[in-house]
């Protein structure tokens, strides 16, 4: 057996480390290995940064708009002046855009025919949308015809949807103190009730600058506002309409108050639908189906808005179908008209259909549920 190397040196020379065999500084003489030097900590500097700049404070957001109304004020009814003939009716479009300029020549034209001057809005030709501009420029186009005392009457040229938009931008104080007649019908209810509201003032659910005037159209119109004659409607006989039928029976009179069903249930709990108890509150609507139908009465009656009305009368429900549904809409409106506790009927000649009646908000009827009729007890202007 060859010899064992007795040394550390021996047995590092034996493992083919040649040099680390010689001896190392500060190693002990034992045989036992020391531990390294412990080379002193160094502390590395980070780079030093610059603080930031402080930060500007930015302005604070303006607070959103309070739409909220105040509350209604109590005023007295005002009529309008009557329409004189030749004078000059603006045209605006408080809610949907026009859908080409022809809309505007066709108003005008309507006008002339009537015998007096249109004159145009200066946003009237706006876009912002769907709507006939931005919800300022409509509301300045109505105030700017209400406040020109060489504007005698203002007439939507069309609805759409978009008058509820611009009913907290409008002055009803300055309304009130520059009345005329505002005529329009379906979205146009909502104006025509805030202006009724609000600022007291009587307007008209009827023809818009796109209606088709001539016949029963342009003569409701004329013995309205012109005429100061008591307009007298009757139940619908003509075919494909909702036929003048009873629901319950009796004759009640009071303020007339209505329009389109969607755009008025839209108001409920907004501030600007009058309180209906004691009027004769009539409704109209166009393409909804019965259980559409069923939703926006049951809205109206839990909100409170049919508590006690002297009487209601449902014109057209012009494309109106069930859907598929068990009851048509008749039906429905049978429904719940029958459950008011007060005279109604159904198919009164109102609504999206033609000829388009005249009919003055807030002046006082009467209507005859048996009968099928619906007339003013007095003149709707001054």
């Known amino acids: 057996m060859p010899d064992l190397p007795r040394s550390r040196r021996d047995v590092l020379r034996a493992l083919g480390l040649g040099a680390l065999a010689a001896p190392v500084a500060g190693c002990v003489t034992t045989g036992e290995v020391a531990p390294p030097e412990r080379t002193p900590a160094r502390i590395l500097e980070s780079p030093r940064l610059e603080a930031p700049p402080p930060a500007v404070p930015r302005p604070p957001e303006p607070p959103p708009p309070d739409l909220t109304p105040p509350p209604a004020p109590e005023r007295s009814l005002v009529l309008p002046p009557r329409l ?14 026009l859908r080409g300029t022809s809309q505007l020549t066709d108003s005008m034209r309507a006008v002339r025919d009537l015998g007096f001057e249109p004159r145009a809005g200066r946003h009237v030709l706006a876009r912002h949308g769907f709507l006939a501009g931005t919800d300022r420029q409509r509301a300045d186009d109505l105030m700017d015809m209400f406040t020109d005392d060489s504007v005698d009457a203002i007439l939507c040229v069309r609805g759409g949807w978009g008058c509820a938009r611009i009913l907290p931008l409008l002055d009803y104080d300055a309304i009130r103190a520059n009345p005329k007649p505002l005529v329009g019908y379906s979205d146009v209810t ?5 202006l009724y509201h609000r600022a007291g003032l009587v307007s008209f659910h009827g023809p818009v600058g796109i209606s088709t005037w001539p016949g029963t159209t342009a003569r409701s119109f004329l013995d309205v506002l012109v005429e100061g004659r008591a307009l007298r409607i009757e139940g619908e006989t003509r075919a494909r309409r909702i036929a003048g039928q009873t629901v319950r029976g009796g004759v009640a009179e009071g303020p007339l108050a209505g329009g389109n069903l969607s755009v008025i249930a839209g108001l409920a709990g907004t501030g600007y639908l009058p309180d209906l108890d004691g009027h004769v509150v009539f409704f109209e609507e166009t393409g909804e189906e019965s259980y559409r139908l069923d939703r926006l009465m049951t809205q109206l009656r839990l909100a409170g808005v049919l508590r006690r009305p002297a009487a209601v009368v449902f ?19 049978r429904d719940h008209l029958g459950d008011l506790g007060c005279p109604a009927w159904l198919g009164a000649p109102v609504g999206h259909v033609s000829p388009v009646h005249t009919l003055p908000v807030g002046v006082r009827v009467r209507t005859d549920a048996d009968a099928g009729t619906l007339e003013m007890l007095n003149p709707a202007v001054a």
Do not use: F, H, Y
Not at 190 to 194: D, E
Not at 316 to 331: F, M, R
């Open 84 to 97: 004189r003939r030749g004078g000059t009716i603006g045209l605006v479009a408080p809610a949907g855009v």
């Open 190 to 194: 909502a104006l025509l009730l805030a």
């Open 315 to 333: 014109g057209q429900c012009d494309n109106c179908t069930d859907g598929g549904s068990a009851w048509t809409a008749t039906e429905v409106l």
